[in-house]
C-alpha cells in the first residue's frame, strides 16, 4: 500500500496570507488527523477527522481549520498566517476514530515571512 | 499541559551500545506509544504498550511501562547508527477527548 502523502512538501508564505495543505491517507484509512510540530511547542494535535466530520480538536485558534472529502482526502487551511505559524504540519490516518497506531506522512514544511 | 516528557532530550552514544530513553506522563493513560523521527520528517510507529501491561519486546526494542509512577522507557539493544533519531512517547488520556498527546522528543545520535 502507498503511504500517506502529504502536498506540496515545502512551502513559504507571507504573513496576512492563508494556505492550504493537503494530506491522501493510507487506502481504506477513514482517519486522517493533523499536527504542527515545532522546536519551541514540540508535537501539538490540531484536528481529526473521520467520515467527513471532525471527531476531535486541539487547543489552537479558529484561523486553523481543516476538511475531510468522501474519499478520506484531507485539507487543512491556516488563515491570516502569523510568522509562529512556521512549522511542520504533519498529517497521519488510521483506520478508524480513536485508533491507537496512526500512519504518518513525510509533512509540509510551511515558512512564513 | 498533560503531554508527556521524554528524558532524557539528547543521547549520544557509540555503535553497539545500549540506548536507554524514558517518559513521563502525568494522568491515567489507555495505552502509550513510542515513535521515531528522522530529522524533520514523518514519524514512524515503533511499539504500543498497554496500561494494563508491564513490558514489550520489538526486535532491538524493549518497553515497559510502569502506571503507578506513570512512566515508561524504550530501550533499543545494539544501537546502530541508523537508529540515530528523535524519539517521542505519545499517549491517549482516559476519559475526556480522545486526543494524543506527545512528548518532545530524546534526540538519539549514535556514532558509528
Known amino acids: 500500500k502507498a503511504g500517506v502523502t502529504q502536498t506540496p512538501r515545502y512551502l513559504i508564505k507571507t504573513r496576512g496570507q492563508q494556505v492550504t495543505l493537503s494530506c491522501s491517507p493510507i487506502?481504506?484509512?477513514?482517519?486522517v488527523s493533523w499536527y504542527q510540530q515545532t522546536p519551541g511547542q514540540g508535537l501539538q494535535f490540531l484536528f481529526e477527522y473521520f467520515s467527513e466530520t471532525q471527531r476531535n480538536k486541539g487547543n489552537f485558534p479558529g484561523r486553523f481549520s481543516g476538511r475531510q472529502f468522501s474519499n478520506s482526502r484531507s485539507e487543512m487551511n491556516v488563515s491570516t498566517l502569523e510568522l509562529g505559524d512556521s512549522a511542520l504540519y504533519l498529517c497521519?490516518?488510521?483506520?478508524?476514530?480513536?485508533?491507537?497506531?496512526?500512519?504518518f506522512g513525510p509533512g509540509t514544511r510551511l515558512l512564513v515571512l | 499541559s498533560q503531554q508527556g516528557e521524554e528524558d532524557p532530550q539528547a543521547l549520544s552514544i557509540q555503535e553497539g551500545e545500549n540506548a536507554t530513553m524514558n517518559c513521563s506522563y502525568k494522568t491515567s493513560i489507555n495505552n502509550l506509544q513510542w515513535y521515531r523521527q528522522n530529522s524533520g520528517r514523518g514519524l514512524v510507529h515503533l511499539i504500543l504498550i498497554r496500561s494494563n501491561e508491564r513490558e514489550k519486546h520489538s526486535g532491538r526494542l524493549r518497553v515497559t511501562l510502569d502506571t503507578s509512577k506513570k512512566s515508561s522507557s524504550l530501550l533499543i539493544t545494539a544501537s546502530r547508527a541508523a537508529d540515530t533519531a528523535s524519539y517521542f512517547c505519545?499517549?491517549?488520556?482516559?476519559?475526556?477527548?480522545?486526543?494524543?498527546?506527545f512528548g518532545r522528543g530524546t534526540s538519539l545520535i549514535v556514532h558509528p
Open positions: 497521519a490516518s488510521s483506520s478508524k476514530t480513536g485508533e491507537e497506531t496512526q500512519y
Open positions: 487506502s481504506g484509512h477513514r482517519s
Open positions: 505519545a499517549t491517549r488520556f482516559t476519559g475526556g477527548s480522545y486526543i494524543p498527546t
